[in-house]
Structures are given as C-alpha cells and as structure tokens.
C-alpha cells in the first residue's frame, strides 16, 4: 500500500506538464503570425512607397516643362498611414539640362516609428 500511495497523482503531474508544453507550443505560433503580419503589412507599405515614388517621377517626365510646379514640400497621401510626398531638386555636378530631383515618401504605421522611400531620379530638359 506504501508504494501505491507514493505513486498516486503521477499521471495528473504528466497531463499537467503536457499542457503547459501544448500551451507554451500554441503561443509560439500565434507569436510566430502576429510578426509575419507585422512584416508583411510593412512590405505591402514599402511597395505602396516605392509606386508612389515611381508614379510622381513618371508624371515630371511627361511634363518636363513645368518641373518647378512639381515641386511640393509634403503633400498628404491617403493610402500611407501618415503619408507624406515631397520632391525637391537637389544640386548636381552633371550637365546644366540635367535636373536631379529626391522624391522622399514619408510614413508613419500605428505602434511602429517612421519611415521613408528615397527616390533620387535625373530629368533632363526638353
């Protein structure tokens, strides 16, 4: 009878340990998706940057003629959380028709700190 006594409530010790590894596996993956969503909605807002950055260079090059009214200081972008366009010319050593410009796309996603698309593109004059 002594040695049944010292024996009883094992199996309950073995079930209890076998949850909390089950548990401690279960948060590892919801941990493990919650930072693949993290990244991947931080790549879809670098791509979303980058055309945005693409698309505001195609438009100067249509209308090389009007490069200064191009030119903006911080234009919201509605689709960026906290979005922000702004082309400026930058100095250059190249041929006096070359026009270097950086277009910079700024934004900021919620709990996370900000960030930026740089873009530096040379537009020649008609």
């Given at each position: 009878m002594?040695?049944?006594?010292?024996?009883?409530?094992?199996?309950?010790?073995e079930?209890l340990?076998?949850?909390?590894i089950f548990a401690l596996?279960?948060?590892?993956?919801v941990?493990?998706?919650?930072?693949?969503?993290?990244y991947?909605?931080?790549?879809?807002?670098?791509s979303?940057?980058s055309v945005i950055?693409e698309?505001a260079?195609?438009?100067?090059w249509?209308?090389r003629?009007n490069?200064?009214?191009h030119?903006?200081?911080?234009?919201?972008?509605?689709?960026?959380p906290?979005?922000?366009?702004?082309i400026?010319?930058?100095?250059t050593?190249?041929?006096?028709k070359?026009?270097r410009l950086?277009?910079?796309?700024?934004?900021?996603p919620?709990g996370d700190s900000?960030?930026?698309?740089?873009?530096?593109a040379d537009?020649?004059e008609?």
């Amino acid at each position: 009878m002594l040695i049944q006594d010292r024996q009883a409530g094992f199996s309950m010790i073995e079930v209890l340990i076998a949850i909390l590894i089950f548990a401690l596996g279960i948060l590892g993956m919801v941990g493990l998706q919650a930072s693949s969503i993290r990244y991947q909605t931080d790549a879809g807002y670098r791509s979303e940057a980058s055309v945005i950055a693409e698309e505001a260079v195609a438009r100067i090059w249509v209308d090389r003629a009007n490069l200064a009214g191009h030119l903006t200081a911080g234009t919201p972008i509605a689709s960026l959380p906290g979005g922000s366009l702004r082309i400026e010319e930058i100095a250059t050593d190249a041929d006096a028709k070359t026009n270097r410009l950086r277009v910079t796309v700024n934004w900021t996603p919620p709990g996370d700190s900000a960030h930026s698309h740089v873009l530096i593109a040379d537009v020649n004059e008609n």
